[in-house]
């Protein structure tokens, strides 16, 4: 690692690049994130609508890293209390736990889709098979800690036009099939 701690991720023309914890890198040629390229860091900007900060360092923090970054498991099924276990080790490699313990995410779809992307960040470490049982361990979690924002957010989604639209079948939107 070098001493400005960025390492090349893509070559890019003109282009904004988005770095993990809502920053933009901008510019021309090669865009910058964490690492070992020897050459400084494009200009980092905060993405609009990112709570998310660099401190001192360098380093992305959210909101969500502020609050607590364990959870108390031992009433969890022995399945989940395994999960919880990965989750820690592998999570914990890139962000803190608090991140993802404290976010907005309770939903399955939500948890699919951050730990996906997660999964597929270079050096994550995260298998197949580690994702399967992380994504578990979330969906489980929320059900138990987040289930009033569960149901906030379901109840959202059925307000919304598209969602009605969904549930309505082809028949009741004018299909001949």
């Known amino acids: 690692m070098t001493s400005s701690g960025w390492r090349t991720v893509k070559s890019?023309?003109?282009a904004a690049v988005l770095l993990a914890g809502g920053w933009l890198?901008?510019?021309?040629?090669t865009a910058w994130a964490d690492g070992d390229s020897g050459q400084a860091a494009?200009?980092?900007?905060?993405?609009?609508?990112?709570e998310c900060k660099l401190d001192e360092d360098g380093n992305s923090v959210c909101p969500f890293d502020n609050g607590p970054d364990t959870i108390d498991v031992s009433k969890y099924p022995p399945e989940q209390q395994k999960n919880y276990k990965v989750f820690?080790?592998?999570?914990?490699?890139c962000h803190t736990l608090a991140r993802p313990i404290n976010s907005h995410y309770a939903l399955p779809e939500e948890w699919k889709a951050y730990v996906s992307k997660m999964r597929h960040k270079r050096h994550s470490g995260i298998s197949d098979k580690d994702e399967d049982k992380i994504t578990a361990f979330l969906i489980y979690d929320s059900s138990v800690r987040k289930a009033d924002l569960i149901k906030q957010k379901l109840k959202e989604e059925a307000k919304k036009p598209e969602a009605k639209e969904k549930t309505k079948?082809?028949?009741a939107k004018g299909s001949s099939k």
């Open 42 to 50: 494009q200009k980092l900007t905060p993405i609009p609508g990112s």
């Open 12 to 14: 890019v023309g003109v």
């Open 169 to 171: 079948g082809p028949e």
């Open 25 to 29: 890198a901008v510019g021309r040629g």
């Open 88 to 93: 820690a080790q592998k999570c914990s490699r």
